[in-house]
Structure formats: C-alpha cells, structure tokens
C-alpha cells in the first residue's frame, strides 16, 4: 500500500511536483520514497545515498538530473531519513544485516515500475549507498549503467583498530551490547558538532551552511554514529562482496584526492579486476562529490551525464 508521505520542499530546492509516499518492504519496514519526472524524459537514475542522508539533501542535484532530461528516483534507508528506525535510541546509525537493505532496493525498484518511469534505469550510488548499490547490481539490479561517488567499498580507519571490526560486534552480541554506538562515534549528528573548516564532507562553505540548515529546521533527519552491529554487518558485506565477481555493466567510479571518510585504496583495489569499471579521481574534492565546490560539483555532473547518455 502506497500513501503520500512529508516532503520538506521548503529546504529541499527540489524539482516540484514530485511523488513522495510511504511504502512498506515485504519485511515489514515503512520507507520513504521519492521520484521526479520531467517531461520527455530520456530515462530514470536510480540515486541511492548515504548513510546518515535523507531525500530532501538531494533535492539540488535532482533538479540538475531533471534539467537534463532524467526522471530520478531516490529513498530514505532503513534506520534513517523519515524511514523507520531500527532502535528505540532514533540517532542510533543501525542494521541487524546488511542484506536488509537489499529489501528497500526491491521496495524502490517496485515502485519505479509501478510508476512506469522511462527506461533505461542507470544507478547512481553515493558512500553506504555505493555499498548496497553493488550488491544490487551482483544481485542482478536492472540497469544499463553505473555511476558511483566516493563508494564505500572499504571504511578509512587507522591498521591498529581494523581488527576491532571483527572481533568486538560478536563480543557485543554475547554481552548484549551490539546497539552501543561503535568506538570513537556519537549519538550526534556530524554537521552540527563539526565546524567547517574540520568538516570532511564538502569544501564549499556555501554548501556546508545549507546541509547546516536542514540539520537545524529538520531535526526529525539527525543521525549519529552506528552501532557495533552496523560496522560488524558492513565489513562482514565488504569482505563478501570483495569475493564477488564483479558486475559487467559499464561503470564509473568517483574519488576524491581529499576523501577521509571511505576507503580510496579499497575502491582502486576492487577496480583491478574489474574491466567495466573506471575509476576517476578528482582532485581537491572530499567526500560529497554532488555537493562540492562548483568547478567539482560540475565536473561530477558533466562527466556522469556524459557517461550516462553514451548509452
């Protein structure tokens, strides 16, 4: 059953008229979902974002998508956005399996062709959602093409501590403590505790104010840290995915010389046996490759439209 959801459209600087509604996985979870169609569309990009991220941080780059003749469609994961949380702490980041995700793609994707909007589908998959969107793709996820932004295909974090991912969320589990906020993370969102010039998302302070702002006039969006569980299912997810072969479909890989947040050694890892896949590093751009700088930003957007329409 589909029932229209809250959009902010105030804060989103989306395109209007777009379909927001709730709609419930086949395991039992409410989502939030969001698509936009231009008129004549040329085809519909699959957006699939982050952790901590929610639809309405999107709406500037989908109004981009949509300027260039691509329908857009896009999702507020589990555990996140105004979709359900999987804690009663609400700013706790947490997932009993990574596979779970893999419940809100088919929800997303169901609905996209209930929506009956223009093929080909491409995926456009940023962080945590360049995660999920490979596994997807592995999966068999319908679509012509691929287009990542700062992938999570592997976590930054210093040699000493990598074994603590696997070894603490099991002995979280035997003491009942796998809700806890992981090592070194808070139950507070990152934006509103870190000032700009620290911040590791964006360089553009224009940008940096306005992510601000949601944060600030929607507070119902903040997310902290993840739990234990969350890092032991997603190193678990890595190390699977790794052994996996790897998708056929044309695909694009962005990084940034300045990302601190993924892993840039694991994205050039995964793409030495991965003949389809192109890696592109983009100098002085961190983390939110869609939300960056404007020279960057635009770069993003050219390249990946390019790369897009030569389908």
């Known amino acids: 059953m589909t029932e229209v959801a809250p959009f902010h459209a105030d804060l989103a600087s989306a395109p209007p008229n777009g379909s927001v509604v709730w709609r419930h996985t086949d395991d039992g979870v409410r989502l939030r979902l969001a698509a936009w169609r231009p008129e004549n569309a040329r085809g519909t990009v699959l ?107 592997g976590i930054q974090m210093p040699t000493f501590l990598r074994p603590l991912a696997y070894v603490l969320p099991p002995v979280a589990r035997l003491m009942k403590r796998e809700n806890q906020f992981a090592p070194g993370t808070k139950p507070i969102n990152y934006i509103t505790e870190t000032e ?76 030495r046996d991965w003949p389809s896949c192109e890696v592109r590093v983009v100098e002085s751009a961190r983390h939110e490759m869609m939300m960056e700088a404007p020279e960057i930003r635009q770069r993003f957007l050219s390249e990946t439209l390019s790369f897009l329409d030569a389908v």
Not at 115 to 127: E, G, Q, R, V
Not at 214 to 219: N, T
């Open 47 to 153: 957006l699939f974002p982050g952790r901590t991220e929610f639809i309405e941080k999107y709406g500037r780059f989908i109004s981009d998508l949509n300027a260039s003749g691509w329908a857009a469609a896009t999702i507020d994961w589990r555990g996140q956005g105004l979709s359900d949380r999987l804690d009663d702490n609400a700013h706790l980041g947490h997932v009993l399996e990574f596979s779970d995700y893999q419940h809100d793609v088919h929800a997303l994707t169901e609905w996209v062709h209930e929506l009956a909007l223009p093929a080909p589908s491409m995926l456009l998959a940023h962080s945590m959602g360049g995660c999920i969107g490979l596994r997807a793709l592995i999966d068999g996820l319908d679509v012509s093409r691929a287009v990542f932004s700062a992938p999570m295909w």
């Open 196 to 271: 700009f010039q620290e911040n590791m998302l964006t360089s553009d302070r224009e940008t940096y104010a306005w992510l601000g702002e949601l944060s600030a006039s929607a507070p119902e969006f903040s997310l902290g840290g993840p739990s234990v569980q969350w890092v032991g299912s997603a190193t678990q997810e890595l190390d699977r995915l790794f052994a996996a072969p790897r998708p056929a479909l044309p695909t694009l890989a962005f990084v940034g010389t300045d990302e601190k947040i993924v892993s840039i050694d694991a994205i050039h890892k995964f793409n």
